[in-house]
């Protein structure tokens, strides 16, 4: 099994967490122009990466479009140990 492959443990979770920012980073001038922005709430063993959409992302009707088509296919391509990119349940 390659290391691209290896399950997220507690001791690289932090690294991880700072490639997820950095592509973040790369995303939020276009979140931010529309008056929205997205922060890490948690990041799981499995690689799932999981979003507060806040300001206008947060109420948006295309945010789960931005979520999956911006946000996830730019996190997942710069950080390859994460599968998939989800928004925080308000339930």
Do not use: F, W
Not at 11 to 19: A, Q, S
Not at 50 to 55: A, C, H, I
């Amino acid at each position: 099994m390659s290391a691209e492959n290896d399950p997220i443990t507690v001791t690289n979770v932090e690294e991880t967490k700072k490639k997820v920012e950095a592509a973040l980073d790369r995303v939020r001038p276009a979140l931010q122009a529309d008056g929205g922005d997205a922060e890490i709430v948690d990041i799981s063993p499995q690689g799932v990466v999981t979003l507060q959409l806040m300001g206008a992302c947060g109420g948006c009707s295309m945010s789960m479009m931005t979520l999956k088509q911006g946000i996830e296919r730019v996190v997942r391509m710069e950080v390859p140990e994460i599968t998939a990119v989800e928004a925080m349940s308000l339930e």
